[in-house]
C-alpha cells in the first residue's frame, strides 16, 4: 500500500469540485489541496506566467511528498500541463480530456459549446481534442472571464450573475449546442443557473467526476493504492486568506472546513 498523499491545485477555490469527487471516489486516499487564491484568476495571465506559477506550486506539493499530482484548473491544463508532465518525478493528471470525452458522448453527434477562461479558449485546448475524436462535430467556443470572480465572490444567485451568464450564452442557446462544457473548475458552481438559462435541454459538462475516475484508473494501473481500511485526511494550502477560502469553499463541498481537515497559509517566494 502507497500512503503518499494526492496532491490537487487550481487556481483558487474552484478546483474544489474536483477535490470533492476524487474523495468520493477515494474515501480511504489522504488528499492535499492547494489554491493559489493570492494570484486567482489565471485565465488573463500569459503562459509564461502561468507555467511559473504551475511549477512553483508542483513543487511545492512534491516537497510535501505526494504520490500524484492532479492539476484542477483548466487554464492550468492547457497552457502547463506538459511542462508539469516532464519536470515532475509523479504522474501528472489534467482536467481537459476527461472532460472532452464527456461531452462527445452527451453531444451525440450535435454542436459542443466550450466556456472558460481566455487562456483556456485561446490556448484551442479543448477545441482542438474535440476535433480529434469528432472532425464531423461543429465547436462554439468563448471566454467568459466575469464568471470567476462571481463564484469567488460568493454572488452566484445575483442579478449580475444571471445577467452575465446571459451575456455570455446567448449565442449558445441560439445555436442550439447539444452539450456544453465548463471548462473552468469555478463554473460547476453555477451549474443551476446555466441550466435554469437553457431551460434544462444541453448537457452541462463538468470534469471533476470523469477526472476523478481517471485518477483512481491511475493509481490502480501504477499501483500506488492507499490502504483502503484507512480514512482519508484533508490538507488544505491557500496562498491568501485562509478565512475566506474556508467560507467559499463550504459552498463547493456542502459541508463544514472546521473540523476533520487542515487549513495552511502559503507564501511564494517572490
Not at 49 to 55: A, G, L, P, T
Not at 63 to 80: D, F, R, Y
Not at 107 to 114: D, E, F, P, T
Not at 147 to 157: A, G, Q
Amino acid at each position: 500500500m502507497d500512503t503518499r498523499p494526492i496532491g490537487i491545485f487550481d487556481s483558487g477555490v474552484g478546483g474544489l469540485t474536483v477535490y470533492k469527487e476524487i474523495r468520493r471516489l477515494l474515501p480511504h486516499e489522504d488528499l492535499i489541496y492547494f489554491g493559489d487564491t493570492a494570484r486567482v484568476p489565471y485565465g488573463g495571465k500569459s503562459v509564461k506566467v502561468i507555467q511559473k506559477y504551475s511549477s512553483e506550486i508542483a513543487r511545492f506539493l512534491e516537497i510535501q511528498g505526494v504520490k500524484l499530482l492532479v492539476v484542477a484548473c483548466n487554464t492550468a491544463s492547457a497552457l502547463a500541463l506538459n511542462r508539469l508532465k516532464s519536470d515532475c518525478s509523479v504522474p501528472v493528471i489534467g482536467v481537459i480530456d476527461p472532460g472532452v470525452r464527456a461531452a462527445v458522448r452527451a453531444a451525440n453527434g450535435g454542436k459542443i459549446g466550450v466556456i472558460g477562461t481566455r487562456g483556456t479558449i485561446n490556448s484551442e485546448a479543448y477545441q482542438s481534442r474535440i476535433i480529434r475524436l469528432r472532425s464531423d462535430i461543429e465547436v462554439l467556443a468563448r471566454p467568459c472571464p466575469l464568471l470567476v470572480p462571481i463564484v469567488e465572490e460568493n454572488i452566484i444567485d445575483s442579478e449580475i450573475a444571471r445577467l452575465a451568464i446571459h451575456m455570455y450564452l446567448q449565442e449558445f442557446k441560439s445555436a442550439s449546442v447539444s452539450s456544453l462544457i465548463l471548462a473552468c473548475t469555478h463554473y460547476p458552481l453555477l451549474k443551476k443557473a446555466i441550466s435554469d438559462f437553457f431551460g434544462g435541454g444541453v448537457a452541462l459538462i463538468d470534469s471533476a467526476e470523469e477526472t476523478a475516475f481517471e485518477v483512481k484508473e491511475m493509481l490502480k494501473a501504477r499501483r500506488i493504492q492507499g490502504d483502503e481500511n484507512h480514512h482519508g485526511k484533508d490538507e488544505f494550502y491557500v496562498s491568501d486568506c485562509p478565512e475566506s477560502f474556508s467560507e467559499i469553499g463550504e459552498a463547493f463541498l456542502g459541508r463544514s472546513m472546521n473540523s476533520g481537515c487542515f487549513l495552511h497559509s502559503w507564501q511564494s517566494d517572490d
